[in-house]
DNA sequence: TGTACATCAGTGAACGCGCGTTCACTGATGTAC
DNA sequence: TGTACATCAGTGAACGCGCGTTCACTGATGTAC
């Protein structure tokens, strides 16, 4: 009388069909677990336990926790470009009638609204990556910095491709996407910690801040090429 | 024939100082092993065999592992006040001769080479640090934030006093602290990795793209007051 | 200064427990004819 | 369509190991007189 299907059989699919539903209950385990805990404290046991499938049968699909680390990393930074797409083709997108500033704060706004959009959608996903960016778990670490780079030069290469961009050495642009990937992940971070109980900052409060410091980087991108008077 | 004396006899010494010299080894020994891993998968037994005492006297210094993290955090934390101190301290002093934006360059450039010569000071404390911000065990992360925001408000006081900043909200003035602060910890980040062998940029490297940053924020901070045209 | 007793940092042995990993297995799915 | 054999995802029992915690202890330091 358990919940759960022992054996394939209890579901009519094909072989490869059920191992992914299987590698899928892993992986949601997993990342059920990693709400409150990181990734070097998690056990296999702990998330076939979870998953309701005998711990041999882990390794099935990974080698140990470290490759299923590296799993929730592709599957949570892909999750990703979606977002930055949407902010990118945002902010190329210049309203026809109000002025210069008044549409660019209201694009800080949209973008500040789609990062917490974002991490309502995937609170679990995002936690993860901010927890493991730094965390102990090295093949994960380099995963989770590979992704990020590949979203300055994603970032980069949108901004290259704008009026405002123009007499902007390539560096200069990489800085500036690195920038924002930054204040993205902290901003995403800061809406976490926001969700929490015991949150000393309001979700609201997170996006004001937010929107502050990118009007304060856009001032600064706007004066860029007259820096030196 | 043992390199470590078993017993306070050994040395002789008040009781307060040999206890002293205990923690101060446990607390390096799990510094040095929290290089390469992260705090909630250090134990306990790890920590005393690397300090050369026996399991049980851990408890003598530390209810936990948890504790002796927040033991470290203010450790790491404290010694970054005299380097906060000292960039604020510079960045008030203008100089008589260059022009503003000369010497703001040079205050920049010495701000970073303070951030990278802390790093290479104390590279297990800020690797700590960094690593425990967003980590698994939830009273070093409160103890770390607890501390940035007195950072922050330090700084902000900072700048408040300053003439620059006539005309700042306070709100303002802890948006832009919250930035130097959150772009020092990332800065310290940026000079670890880059001091690992596998490193994929280097120390100047680094540098430079913080020096760089910090110039978009000068230049956005400048033009805060006039920026509704 | 000397003595008798209290304190307490660190010891070492013991405990029960959950861990990661291995292994031969089962039985449903897949394939060849 | 039917049959015989191969594949392989998941099982469950077993293993040795290191973990955190407890406990009575030792012996140097501290204190009272």
Redesign the interface.
């Known amino acids: 009388m358990s919940h759960t299907s022992p054996t394939p059989a209890a579901v009519a699919t094909t072989r490869r069909a059920q191992k992914l539903r299987t590698r899928r209950t892993l992986l949601d385990a997993a990342l059920g677990l990693l709400e409150?805990?990181?990734l070097?404290?998690l056990g296999l046991r702990e998330v076939t336990r979870a998953a309701g499938v005998a711990p041999a049968a882990f390794y099935r699909h990974f080698a140990d926790t470290a490759e299923l680390g590296v799993a929730l990393v592709e599957e949570a930074l892909d999750g990703l470009h979606p977002m930055v797409g949407a902010i990118l083709t945002d902010t190329a997108t210049g309203s026809g009638t109000a002025?210069a500033?008044a549409s660019e704060e209201s694009r800080i706004a949209r973008s500040v609204a789609l990062i917490a959009r974002h991490v309502r959608d995937h609170p679990a996903h995002v936690r993860f990556v901010?927890?493991e960016?730094?965390?102990?778990v090295r093949p994960v670490r380099a995963a989770i910095?590979t992704q990020l780079?590949r979203f300055t030069e994603e970032v980069a290469a949108g901004l290259a491709g704008r009026p405002e961009a123009e007499g902007w050495s390539a560096?200069?642009l990489r800085?500036?996407a690195?920038?924002y990937v930054?204040h993205l992940v902290?901003t995403a971070?800061g809406f976490l910690?926001a969700a929490e109980e015991g949150a000393?900052r309001t979700e609201e409060q997170v996006a004001a801040?937010a929107r502050?410091?990118l009007?304060?980087?856009?001032?600064?991108?706007?004066?860029?090429l007259d820096?030196?008077?």
Chains 1, 2 share one sequence.
């Open positions: 409150h805990q990181s070097s404290s002025s500033s901010t927890r960016q730094h965390g102990g910095g780079q560096e200069d800085m500036l690195g920038i930054d902290m971070s910690d000393t801040l502050r410091q009007r304060l980087v856009a001032l600064g991108r706007r004066h860029w820096r030196d008077r």
